[in-house]
């Protein structure tokens, strides 16, 4: 493969704002789950642009379908209709049981769409001010109004104040919902993620989101679930909470939907469907042409290929093949996600692992500080999953043998 000439990476690059911590290194291109960096070196690929790259890099369906599009129409504009969010918008609910959807370009915004929309059904039901449960270590974004829900002092601090409106939750504890919400008549909602992603790869179990449909039935609070990292057959389903049976009233999702082309999209139930009319909401790139055929393209493929199987089967082999690797060894507390959405928790803070990982040919990521979270494309194949474990697991036992600082 011919490599351009090194660029600078480094972190004091003038004119990049500095929001990130990079690592050294700039990728040029990439193949299935194989990417290169400026100076030739390959990598294999276990994080997919965190949970975005669903078809992995340069697929030879998705990519002659995008140029074709492009050559077509970019961009039109939402004073029209755009027939591309029709198709998508019947594909999407179909698969999840819903009704409709609203198109945007980024996560926070589906989330930012699903906290505007609670608020607007609370007050349809005469509720001034509405307020949403939430839960610790979520994760919804960086706006204002999704950081407020995100259960993260590190992100929020520095942004205060923060928007009101938020009671904050335990995971897997339904008594705890009962308790903080006790003669509250202000509660509209209970906004989680199935599997929480930046959070540490923290499941919800599937009896808990059974127990919180029933309660919001009850109680006639919506449940609204952010499927952005979880959702688009991650983890062997189309949405992580179908392993639970249930439908949520309005679901977020984003970062895999268009397989690298920015798409974000609000998917609402009968609830919820007619809360939003004619200039309550609106975005201007949101669901355009491009960004619709990447979604339809990357569901086509996904279904012709059986990708939701490959996701389970080939996640279910390398959680075994971690876990086996892994057991007994000290400092490992738990592998834990499902599908292609994986974390090895280890028991103390493991930054470091993210360079050596990268030093060897392998990218992922480190979340939550002590969880190595793993995210590849939803084509990774047996032998690539193999191949991930013998480049990670002995980076993992030499971090774990050192001497702590
Ligand atoms: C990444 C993420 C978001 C935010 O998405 P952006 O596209 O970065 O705005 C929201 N919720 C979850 C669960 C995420 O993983």
Known sequence: MSTTAPVSASPTSPHVMNCYGRLPIALTHGQGCRVWDTNGKRYL?????????????????????????????????????????????????????????????????????????????????????????????AFHGRSIATLSATGNTKIQKGFEPLLEGFIRVPLNDIEAVKKATANNPNVVAVF????????????????????????????????????????????????????????????????????????????????????????????????????MRAGVETIRIMEKDGLLKNAETVGAHLKNALQRELAGVDGVVEVRGQGLMLGIVLARPCGAILQRACDAGLLLSVTADCVVRLLPALILTQAEADELVSILVPIIKHFLAEPQP
């Open 45 to 137: 690929d276990g994080l997919g642009g965190i949970a975005v790259n669903t078809l992995g890099h340069g697929h030879p369906e998705l990519v002659p379908a995008l140029q074709a599009q492009l050559a077509k129409l970019i961009h039109s504009s939402n004073y029209y209709h755009v027939t591309g969010q029709e198709q998508l918008a019947a594909k999407l609910t179909a698969l999840a049981g819903m009704t409709n959807a609203f198109f945007c370009s980024t996560g926070l915004e589906a989330n930012e769409a699903i906290l505007k929309l609670a608020r607007k059904y609370g007050h349809h039901k005469g509720i001034a001010r509405p307020e949403v449960v939430v839960y610790e270590n």
């Open 192 to 291: 989680l993620e199935t599997i929480q992603g930046e959070g540490g790869i923290r499941p919800m179990r599937w009896d808990y989101l059974r127990q919180v449909r029933q309660l919001c039935d009850e109680r006639g609070w919506l449940m609204m679930i952010d499927e952005v990292q979880c959702g688009m057959g991650r983890t062997g389903k189309w949405f992580a909470h179908q392993w639970a049976g249930i439908v949520p009233d309005v679901m977020s999702l984003a970062k895999g939907l268009g397989s690298g082309v920015p798409v974000g999209a609000m998917l609402a139930g009968p609830k919820t469907a007619q809360v939003f009319q004619p200039g309550d909401h609106g975005t201007t790139f949101g669901g355009n042409p491009l960004a």
